[in-house]
């Protein structure tokens, strides 16, 4: 495998993360905020975006893993570990790394609205552009991508490469 160009530098991804943080600390002002990283991916964007938020937060994971091929989602998820904490009446942000299908977003908008959180929303670094979805409201965007598959910043090939500090495409695979 050979990484291929530069779609997001490091730099540009400080600025956005920068930008977001700063909302995110506008909007929850005042109010008990649930940071939920999805693993393993979410994990960088989590750690950096975290500390651009200037309110007290708390930090929850969950690991869910699609069944599928290496790079296609099924919509098929299931989860690997479950939040440690119960989320009802807490304003709850899901933070993802990347939205390609949506279905895992879907799948745990869905499972975890039962569990009656003050409010439930999404915050995701980068969005693939192109590819049919189910609605979903993305309240905090970073970038728009091309459909491509892409490491880097928390993202895998294989499970490696996801502590490149910026996004890439990959070139080839051999
Ligand atoms: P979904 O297709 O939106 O459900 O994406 C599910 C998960 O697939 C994401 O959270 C990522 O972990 C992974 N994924 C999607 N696209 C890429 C990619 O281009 N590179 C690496 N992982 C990806
Ligand atoms: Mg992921």
């Known amino acids: 495998m050979k990484i291929g160009k530069t779609l997001v530098s490091a730099d540009e991804?400080?600025?956005?993360?920068?930008?977001?943080?700063a909302a995110i600390t506008r909007d929850y002002e005042g109010k008990d905020l649930l940071l939920v990283g999805i693993l393993k991916g979410a994990f960088v964007v989590m750690?950096?975006?975290a500390r651009h938020i200037t309110i007290p937060v708390e930090f929850d994971f969950?690991?869910?893993?699609?069944?599928g091929s290496?790079?296609?989602?099924?919509?098929v998820v299931r989860i690997l570990k479950d939040l440690d904490q119960e989320i009802e009446n807490r304003h709850v942000l899901i933070v993802e790394d990347i939205v390609d299908t949506g279905l895992t977003l879907h799948y745990l908008l869905k499972n975890l609205s039962v569990r009656r959180p003050a409010s439930l929303s999404l915050a995701a670094l980068l969005i693939k552009d192109g590819v049919e979805r189910p609605p979903l409201e993305i309240k905090y965007e970073?970038?728009?991508i091309p459909p491509e598959f892409v490491i880097g910043y928390g993202l895998d090939y294989e499970g490696k490469y996801r502590n490149l500090p910026y996004v890439a495409v990959v070139d080839s695979v051999d």
């Open 13 to 21: 991804i400080e600025a956005k993360l920068t930008e977001m943080g």
């Open 62 to 67: 969950m690991a869910v893993s699609s069944y």
């Open 47 to 49: 750690a950096d975006l």
């Open 70 to 75: 290496a790079t296609k989602s099924s919509g």
């Open 142 to 144: 970073g970038f728009h």
